[in-house]
């Protein structure tokens, strides 16, 4: 089963397949944003926007 939701940034569908654990991160296909799934019950998810990790190259 796939449950869907609208990117938050550009509001593309999301498939996420309803096995999503809550914390799991999700790609938009579209933008390349990502999501945190904060909820996944009974084959309905929610996500937020997932923290910006910033990388540290150590210069
Ligand atoms: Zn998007």
Same mark, same amino acid.
């Given at each position: 089963?796939?449950?869907?939701?609208? *990117?938050?940034? =550009?509001?593309a &569908?999301? @498939? $996420?397949?309803? /096995? +999503?654990?809550?914390?799991e991160? #999700? %790609? *938009?296909?579209? =933008?390349?944003? &990502?999501? @945190? $799934?904060?909820? /996944? +019950?009974?084959?309905?998810?929610? #996500? %937020?926007?997932?923290?910006?990790?910033? &990388?540290?190259?150590?210069?």
């Amino acid at each position: 089963m796939i449950a869907t939701v609208s *990117c938050l940034v =550009c509001d593309a &569908e999301l @498939e $996420v397949a309803a /096995a +999503t654990e809550k914390g799991e991160i #999700v %790609e *938009c296909a579209s =933008c390349g944003q &990502e999501h @945190e $799934v904060v909820d /996944a +019950t009974d084959g309905r998810v929610a #996500v %937020e926007l997932a923290p910006e990790v910033e &990388e540290d190259w150590g210069e």
